[in-house]
């Protein structure tokens, strides 16, 4: 099941043979990695609290009277940034996700899984908050193991029970969590306000998140990353010898051999203590080379760091590098692929940033009435009959107000519509459009229209006019 990209220190390359996470007989291997510590451990504790700001606040934080990420799946809208797409703009949401996975593309093919090891709410969530209460709650991994193996007494029941009781409310917490990113918080305080019966589908929807994500933190962890994300198994095909990784130096590391006390070294700097290892929460051995189930957590590189200062040896020897700097001592991370990675996603960007400017609160589909004529009325005006459409592009109410420009003449609606549309509504009738003869030089003549809402300009648009020779 493991994938290699590079080379690695010419170690016999069976443990491709298995799957680290199955034992021989088909059966989980359980990992119990050993609680990290380090600098960049550190780090990335604070980063997790600016993530964790971040995602908690995201759904609390309005831009324009309207949330800052809204991904209503159900009610079809969507809103990226305080820009809310509507159905006419579906196209400007797909361009978005379009951008959004070469962006993802161009930025694992320079700093690898880094999104994994720092950011990704999996890791995130698995490695800082569940693991955390874990090893506060049962102690560090040979602990866990011996609990585990020991008998139900009420010491072991408490502790289970107190770990399991705290994954299952923040399980509860998250499924909250992406429901206010799917419906909004307002609609969220209702269904916690209003009695249960008049929400029926969604309490069940926050029930069966709690359950999967109970399932995720509680049962399935290291598999979500290495048997489940898509994204995992696809990094192998963006990252290239130049790509930022978490990468042990065999070729300061080998041959790795014991350190014995009073002996001259003649081996590499790996002392083979395995502390690598024992931290990898997904269970390998990171001197194998590079390998699909890395999540670039840094754990390995801590745990290095510590016994190189212990033993007296540089730091470094597992690190942030690439294939190329660890052989050939050179890295560059601006590579022809990356070039042309940027330049696809600078156009999308560029296409993406004008659809945004240039994109209007209303889009009005005025169109001839299909068979009709022009109209030579006794008042020295023509007439032509439209069928139109208005659609509001906006999460809120527009009076649009339809609007010759540029020319004389008149909009006359049958009968007396309401043209109030409601958020992302649509509105639609029939309409006269009066012109003087005396201003048609031409059997066909453009005609420019404006929405406007009071004195704000909304949109504007064209249609044909007939009128006599
Ligand atoms: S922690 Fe460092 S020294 Fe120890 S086995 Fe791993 S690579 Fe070798
Ligand atoms: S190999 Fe190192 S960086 Fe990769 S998952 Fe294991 S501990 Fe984390």
């Known amino acids: 099941m493991s994938s290699q990209t590079f080379a690695t220190s010419g170690h016999d390359p069976s443990f491709r043979d298995q799957f680290n996470v199955v034992n021989k007989d088909g059966k989980r291997n359980w990992i119990y990695p050993q609680k990290p510590k380090g600098k960049w451990h550190n780090r990335r504790v604070w980063f997790t609290v600016l993530i964790l700001t971040l995602l908690f606040s995201g759904p609390f934080i309005r831009v324009n009277d309207q949330p800052l990420l809204l991904f209503n799946v159900l009610a079809r809208k ?10 006419q703009d579906y196209w400007i949401f797909g361009l978005a996700m379009l951008s959004f996975m070469v962006f993802i593309v161009l930025f694992t093919s320079i700093l690898g899984r880094l999104w994994c090891g720092w950011a990704c709410p999996q890791t995130v ?10 090893y506060a709650i049962e102690g560090d991994a040979t602990k866990q193991k011996l609990l585990d193996k020991a008998p139900w007494t009420k010491a072991k029941i408490l ?35 209003e009695p249960i019966e008049n929400h029926l589908v969604l309490f069940s929807g926050i029930i069966g998140f709690t359950a999967l994500f109970y399932f995720n933190f509680a049962w399935l962890r ?51 203590c395995h502390q690598c290892v024992a931290v990898c929460p997904v269970g390998i051995d990171i001197r194998n080379g590079l390998q699909m189930e890395c999540v670039n957590c840094t754990a390995c590189m801590d745990a290095c760091d510590t016994i190189m200062d212990k033993v007296g040896l540089e730091t470094g020897l597992i690190r942030y590098t690439s294939e190329n700097a660890i052989v050939n ?27 945004i400017v240039s994109r209007t609160d209303t889009q009005t589909l005025l169109l001839r009435a299909p068979g009709s004529q022009f109209i030579e009325n006794g008042d020295g005006t023509v007439s032509n009959l439209y069928t139109f459409k208005i659609f509001n592009k906006t999460n809120h109410v527009v009076k649009p107000d339809i609007r010759l420009k540029d020319a004389e003449g008149k909009l006359i609606f049958a009968g007396s519509p309401d043209l109030t549309l409601e958020a992302a509504g649509m509105s639609e009738g029939t309409l006269f459009i009066n012109v003087p003869r005396a201003d048609l030089k031409k059997r066909k003549t453009v005609l420019k229209l404006a929405v406007y809402e009071e004195n704000k300009l909304l949109e504007e648009f064209e249609t044909l006019f007939l009128a006599g020779e």
């Open 78 to 87: 969507f809103i990226l940034f305080g820009i809310f797409i509507g159905p």
């Open 329 to 355: 001592k050179t890295g560059k991370l601006v590579t022809a692929r990356v070039i042309s990675y940027a330049a696809v996603l600078v156009l999308l960007w560029s296409v993406l940033g004008f659809a």
């Open 159 to 193: 502790k289970k029970g107190t770990k399991y009781v705290l994954f299952l409310l923040i399980s509860f917490a998250i499924a909250n969590l992406l429901l206010a990113y799917v419906i909004g918080t307002d609609e969220l305080v209702k269904i916690i306000r």
């Open 125 to 134: 969530f698995m490695e800082m908050v569940f693991r955390k209460i874990e």
């Open 222 to 272: 290291d598999q979500a990353c290495t048997v489940v994300c898509p994204y995992g198994r696809l990094q192998s095909v963006f990252m290239d010898r130049n790509t930022i990784v978490v990468g042990y130096d065999y070729g300061r590391g080998e041959p790795r051999g014991k350190m014995h006390k009073g002996q001259k070294r003649t081996e590499g700097d790996c002392i083979n």
